[in-house]
């Protein structure tokens, strides 16, 4: 047998491990959001940035499109508060601060256009640890806003897909 063969054989099992052990857990990537409605309209006090990445979200990550109108719209999606926050963590020897934690807190709520909840008042809450450094206070300030930034992504994503598992679960009747 050639030695080439046995080294390629060895390492191509090698390269193919890995992806076979995700394909037999199930892995899959996250692909759009499937929600039911066509039209989405964002309501309520978001922040601009907030506001811009629902929208991208809503565009990008599903079939639907955003009205500016909530009259012509299948979906309200009303957002009711939008708190941005950070906390200390941790002083370091000299008493300075050397850790912080991110937050955004957001409390929403969905309905359609006959006014049924679709999704009643809820609210989802992010964090993030931060490290920092006075020596570095700037490239700290852009790593926070960064850190913002993908905060509001995440939870622009999280949202739409909380709405699209609300919009599928089954209906219980009151008695």
Known sequence: MDVNYSRRSLLGLLVIAPFSGLVACGFRLRG?????????????SPSPPL??????????????????????????????????????LAYNSNGQVS????????????FDSAGNDVVPESEIYLTRDMDFTVSTVLA???????????????LSVQILRRVAASARAPKTKDF
């Not at 759009?32 to 309520?44: C, F, K, S």
């Open 51 to 88: 506001r811009a990445d629902l929208q991208t979200a809503i565009l990008t990550g599903t079939d639907a499109k955003v009205a500016i109108n909530p009259k012509d719209a299948d979906l309200i999606l009303d957002i009711t508060s939008d708190l941005n926050g950070r906390e200390i």
């Open 140 to 154: 700290s300030d852009a790593q926070t806003q960064q850190f913002l930034t993908s905060m509001r992504r995440d």
């Open 99 to 110: 850790a912080y934690r991110l937050n955004i807190r957001v409390g929403f709520r969905a």
């Open 32 to 44: 759009m959001v499937d929600l039911p409605y066509r039209v989405l309209a964002i309501t309520g």
